[in-house]
């Protein structure tokens, strides 16, 4: 019996129940041994603990009579196990009177709420559900089927797990309860209805010993192959190093998830020390440390120090209507024991799993689980946290420092050594795991749909454009769909009408799980399936030949442009005209002359550019850029006009088909004589057109030999004409009706059906279809918008608002600077006129005035000469005394010089008479 006290080292007895037939039990009696070992050899002076193990065998009232006689005999004041969650639930009503503490008793439905002194010393089910989805999201799988075993550990993970499924958007199609005591005939049952269903991706929780016989069973059935997907809890992953081989065999492939347990020198040594325990026992094979036994280890260590710091001693109150077994109750409560459990769950060290640290009575979650892939051997292929999810390495303080995907690693190894990640397969809850596809047989139009024999297997081919539609959506699906296609045959083959129609009928009494090929989508047949989108062009269309003819009407050139632009373009032709006079017309005599003459000269100049055959030379750089802007935008007119007036003259007459002509409706259109009614014409020839050469044949013929002169269809069978015919025919889409275009169909309800459609829209958004298309049909896609209208649109305004804003912006500005720089070179000439105003006004024109300023200086160098000459006689005569001096003048007096001359020399003599007698240098200088 253990006595309490704070001063010296005193017995505490412990309670050990273990199922130790089990390798667990086992193994975690050794680890409580090495860990008493450690704790005496310890410097702490740890109470001395004494382990009294009792074997369970693995049966809840076994373990419950075991407690009893412990509590009873020994006096212990801890139990440690039971060791399975059964157990656990029935030994639970004994912590009222000393801590249970249990290292592997996981289930949910353990509570710590009634029994505060029950103490999970293991990680509760529900931290691994997260993880679990996690992985189901990551591989894509967006349904499987969840296999668990029958118990109070098996289900009481499942309500959390399926919320965390449905969060990853997985949906759980079926769940399969396994007894844990089940037979193998009832185990081999249950995989038979999973194989009836197609299931293909599996959750499995369930016991270690349970998971052994189950997983043999699902090996020997096949469902260990290529194409599965299982995924494992930790209860099986902790337990793999103590299976049998056999059993680690036929879990090839099998995902599984497990608390990781950080490295550390501690754990090093205990292993190291573990290995040798079991060297000195001569044991064949040494089995791998797993968690439960780290846990135990800890367990011990857990209750060692609880019990060298104990809490203050105070009794708990037994309560009697809890128990549920009588004798029980004459068990007293034991005060140690009380405080013992207290302290416990305020315990916090470092132990080899890692932190040791209690939440709400249990070990908390741990901060990362360690993905593993049984593969040859069980290996670690990457992790999930709590903080980066799913990831393929961590540090050591579990944050991730790698890749977040573990499939972006390629080394994991599925049932079947695959290496590819299965997809998982839409339940279908039927026997049959393969599609029955009905396919319609065709005469014509093979490049639709068509049938092939293959010359090695000699085995019949579906080919044809929706044919590889419809294989191209299944790949897109995020799971697998096994299919046959099916040749669809009966009486009412030649009238394709009603031969789709019964083909339709036929997936409506499931005969077929679906219909592919060319199949109209109409309400009609909506009422019986269900269609995907369509894959095609929706709508009809019309072939007609193409008849080449000429327009006769005297206007005609007058149409390729609209009266706006006619306008325009006039205007913009007296602008420039006026913009080039403006510049020229002061310096450039070729833009002078009368009012009259100066206006034409400009529309002239103007006009003339159309066929640019100017004769007037420019003189400005701004006029001769205003003509290069505008002779770019006449030649795109001229140009523009000149093809679409050639348009014009030669069209194809479409439209103007007379009323009495006969026309082609082909049996295997979807519209009805309804539709003819308002089409306009009077004879609806319906002619047995299967192929396109039929076709072909008939609109050569014309209605005057029997043929017809137009034949309406859908347009997938008309564009898959015309890549063959489209030198002779074109098409004409009429506007009073349309179809829905080509799609599946399934029986109604049938859950492949949205995801077919996205993957179609899909298709269509990345351009797929259109791709599968230019394969088969090359330049004539079943996505081409074949231009069908035949009238040439005339050419407006808003085409050419561009050419006009250019030469309109060069010409105002050409205009602007012209006039600045010529009001510049007014203000200088006006003073150069103020100055030379007399000789302006007397020799006004310009070469006159020059001719008589020259006229000018040659009288003023004479004068200057003769008044020279005078003076140097008189200065001569002055120094010989005074004496008559005669001198002879020969002028022409008629001229204005000579009378000028004449005048000039009168006033000199003057001056000589009224002179001194000697002249001085001054004056002489002066004059």
């Given amino acids: 019996m253990a006595r309490s006290g704070h001063i010296g080292r005193c017995h505490i007895h412990v309670g050990v129940i273990l199922d130790m037939e089990s390798p667990v039990g086992e193994m975690a009696q050794q680890c409580m041994t090495m860990a008493i070992s450690d704790l005496n050899a310890s ?50 009503e004994l912590g009222d009177r000393v801590p249970i503490i249990s290292f592997s008793a996981s289930s949910p439905f353990l509570s710590t709420d009634k029994n505060p002194n029950f103490i999970r010393m293991t990680t509760n089910d529900n931290a691994q559900v997260v993880p679990v989805a996690a992985l189901v999201q990551e591989f894509g799988w967006s349904e499987l089927v969840i296999i668990h075993e029958d118990s109070s550990y098996g289900n009481g993970i499942i309500p959390d797990l399926l919320l965390a499924l449905e969060e990853a958007n997985a949906r759980v199609v079926h769940r399969t309860v396994i007894p844990p005591q089940a037979r193998d005939i009832y185990v081999e049952v249950q995989l038979y209805k999973l194989m009836a269903l197609s299931a293909n991706i599996f959750i499995v929780h369930m016991s270690a010993s349970l998971a052994s016989r189950f997983f043999l069973k699902v090996n020997e059935l096949g469902m260990m192959s290529a194409g599965y997907g299982w995924i494992v809890t930790d209860g099986i992953v902790n337990k793999l190093a103590v299976m049998d081989q056999s059993a680690l065999d036929s879990m090839q492939g099998v995902i599984g998830i497990r608390p990781y347990i950080p490295p550390s020198k501690r754990l090093h040594n205990f292993s190291l020390k573990w290995r040798n325990s079991f060297s000195t026992n001569q044991h064949h094979q040494i089995p791998e ?51 013992l459990g207290r302290t ?69 190894g599925w049932p079947g050594s695959s290496l590819a990640i299965p ?68 009486s009412n083959i030649l009238m394709a009408a009603s031969y789709y129609d019964d083909l339709i009928y036929q997936v409506y009494r499931q005969q077929y799980d679906a ?7 109409i309400a009609n047949r909506s009422l019986y399936v269900d269609f995907t989108i369509p894959f095609t062009e929706t709508g009809v269309a019309m072939i007609v030949p193409i008849e080449t003819s000429r327009s006769t009407n005297m206007w005609i050139f007058i149409q390729p442009l609209t009266v706006e632009l006619w306008l325009v373009i006039g205007t913009f032709f007296v602008f420039t005209g006026c913009v080039l006079w403006t510049i020229e017309h002061d310096d450039n005599d070729e833009f002078k002359g009368p009012l009259a003459q100066q206006i034409g000269i400009a529309i002239w100049y103007s006009f003339w550019t159309l066929v640019f055959a100017q004769r007037e030379k420019l003189i400005s750089n701004l006029s001769k850029v205003v003509v290069i802007v505008w002779l770019f935008v006449v030649l795109i007119l001229t140009s523009s006009y000149t093809a679409n007036l050639s348009s014009m003259l030669t069209v194809h007459q479409l439209q103007y088909m007379p009323k009495d002509e006969s026309i082609g409706f082909p049996f295997n259109s979807p519209a009805d004589q309804t539709f003819l009614i308002n089409l306009p014409f009077r004879k609806h020839s319906f002619y047995p057109l299967k192929k396109a050469e039929d076709y072909a044949n008939a609109l050569r013929d014309g209605s005057q030999k029997g043929g017809v002169s137009a ?167 002055h120094h010989r005394h005074h004496r008559h001096i005669h001198v002879g003048v020969i002028l022409d007096m008629e001229s204005p010089v000579g009378k000028m001359a004449q005048q000039c020399m009168t006033m000199a003599i003057a001056d000589l008479n009224a002179s001194a007698s000697h002249i001085k240098p001054e004056v002489d200088s002066a004059s």
């Fill in 43 to 92: 410097a702490s002076h740890f109470n001395h603990l004494t382990l009294h193990p009792r074997n369970s065998m693995g049966q809840p009232l076994k373990a419950l009579f075991s407690a009893a006689e412990l509590l009873e005999n020994e006096q212990v004041d801890a139990l440690i196990g039971p060791q399975t969650s059964e157990e656990a639930e029935f030994l639970a």
């Fill in 289 to 339: 440390v797993n968690v439960y036994c780290l846990w135990a280890y800890d367990t011990v260590w857990a209750l060692a120090t609880a019990a060298h710091h104990p809490s203050p001693t105070t009794s708990i109150e037994k309560n009697d209507a809890a128990n549920k077994f009588a004798h029980l109750t004459a068990i007293s409560t034991r005060p140690t024991g009380s405080n």
């Fill in 344 to 412: 416990i769950l305020r315990v916090k060290f470092t132990g080899l799993s890692g932190e040791i640290q209690l939440k709400n009575g249990q070990l908390q979650q741990p901060l990362a689980f360690e993905i593993v892939n049984v593969f040859g051997r069980v290996k670690r292929i990457g992790f999930w946290t709590q903080f980066n999810g799913i990831t393929t390495g961590l540090n050591r303080s579990t944050v991730a420092v790698q890749s977040p995907s573990v499939r972006e690693m390629g080394s994991i």
């Fill in 423 to 490: 997809k998982f397969q839409r339940i279908i809850p039927k026997a049959d795991k393969r599609l029955r596809i009905g396919v319609p047989i065709k005469v014509g139009f093979k490049e639709l749909v068509g049938m092939e024999l293959d010359p090695v297997t000699n085995a019949t081919m579906v080919t044809g454009f929706c044919i590889d539609v419809f294989k191209a959506a299944i790949d897109m699906l995020p799971y697998e769909v096994k299919f046959d296609f099916i040749p669809f045959t009966n």
């Fill in 515 to 521: 219909a592919v090929g060319d199949i109209t989508i």
């Fill in 711 to 877: 034949i309406i269809d859908e347009i997938p069978y008309v564009k898959l004409f015309l890549s063959k015919y489209s030198a002779q025919y074109t098409m004409v889409e009429p506007s009073h009706y349309s179809t829905k275009g080509f799609g599946f169909a399934f029986p109604k309800g049938s859950p492949l059906v949205p995801d077919i459609s996205a993957a179609i829209a899909k298709m269509r958004e990345e351009g797929t279809l259109y791709l599968i298309s230019q394969n088969l049909f090359q330049n004539h896609s079943l996505y081409a918008n074949q231009d069908s209208e035949t009238k040439v649109a005339r050419l407006d305004l808003y085409s050419f608002r561009g050419l006009f804003l250019i030469t309109g912006i060069t010409s105002s500005v050409a205009a602007i600077a012209s006039c600045k720089y010529m009001k510049k070179e007014s203000t200088t000439s006006h003073q150069h006129e103020v100055a030379d105003k007399p000789v302006e006004e007397k020799f006004s024109p310009l070469p006159m005035k020059l001719e008589r300023l020259a006229r000018i200086f040659s009288l003023l160098a004479i004068l200057h000469a003769f008044h020279s000459i005078g003076r140097s006689m008189a200065l001569n005569t």
